[in-house]
């Protein structure tokens, strides 16, 4: 069953905490995205890979970090110097070969303790 | 600054009845133009997607109006159904990266 699987669905982060969300995809899919999803306030890009070993920030990168080491995983870390990092996280991913259409996971809601 | 402003915040409608979303965007370089529809807890998915070289694209109940000189575009949803209840994203690109600009979404509640 093809997809993309993001985890956990819910995470908590104490003050000054670095924490890692998971995003795996088994599309073959070279492009990945992560977005940030707070209410009200639509999707903002963070950061977003078109290929292995290569990314660029998004609009709204600072105090986070991603690593593209494998095809299939793009990881995003939510830095301390993140101070507001209570939101739904979501990644996505797009086949480069064919159309725009982007696949996005169920989501990640991280919130601060 | 905002480059794609979407309207209404919220809209209920009857079933059967035409929901309208409306989207107007800034930057006239953009060349891709989607609509995502979000259920709640889950991920965004692609409903319908056009390019400025047509005015219209209709797929089932669905039917994208792009108008590049007034720079707007806006999504129909015919029939409209409770199923449809959902959150939608009107969206746009420039480029072959798709790094999507987002509106701020619209709650659709379709009432039975």
């Known amino acids: 069953d093809g997809g993309i699987t993001q985890s956990p669905k819910y995470l908590f982060r104490k003050e000054g905490q670095n924490v890692t969300l998971s995003c795996e995809q088994n599309?073959?899919?070279?492009?990945m995205y992560w977005y940030r999803q707070d209410p009200g306030q639509g999707l903002r890009l963070i950061y977003y890979?078109?290929?292995?070993?290569?990314?660029q920030k998004g609009d709204i990168a600072e105090g986070y970090s991603v690593s593209r080491e494998k095809k299939e995983s793009f990881p995003l870390t939510v830095t301390s110097a993140q101070k507001n990092p209570t939101a739904f996280y979501l990644c996505?991913?797009?086949?480069?070969?064919?159309?725009?259409?982007?696949?996005f996971g169920s989501g990640t809601q991280l919130s601060v303790l | 600054q905002q480059q794609v402003k979407q309207s209404p915040q919220s809209l209920i409608v009857q079933k059967g009845g035409i929901s309208i979303i409306n989207c107007a965007y800034e930057?006239?370089?953009?060349?891709?133009f989607p609509w995502y529809q979000q259920f709640p807890g889950k991920g965004p998915a692609l409903l319908i997607a056009?390019?400025?070289?047509?005015s219209e694209k209709k797929e089932g109940r669905f039917t994208i109006s792009f108008n590049k000189s007034a720079k707007q575009f806006s999504l129909h949803i015919m029939d409209s159904q409770p199923g449809d209840s959902a959150t939608y994203f009107c969206?746009?690109?420039?480029?072959?990266?798709?790094?999507?600009?987002f509106g701020k979404g619209t709650l659709l509640t379709v009432n039975p």
């Open positions: 996505a991913s797009r086949d480069t070969g064919t159309t725009g259409k982007l696949f």
């Open positions: 599309l073959n899919h070279d492009a």
């Open positions: 890979s078109q290929i292995v070993n290569d990314f």
């Open positions: 930057n006239t370089a953009f060349d891709y």
């Open positions: 056009i390019r400025p070289d047509v």
């Open positions: 969206a746009a690109s420039r480029g072959s990266n798709y790094k999507l600009t």
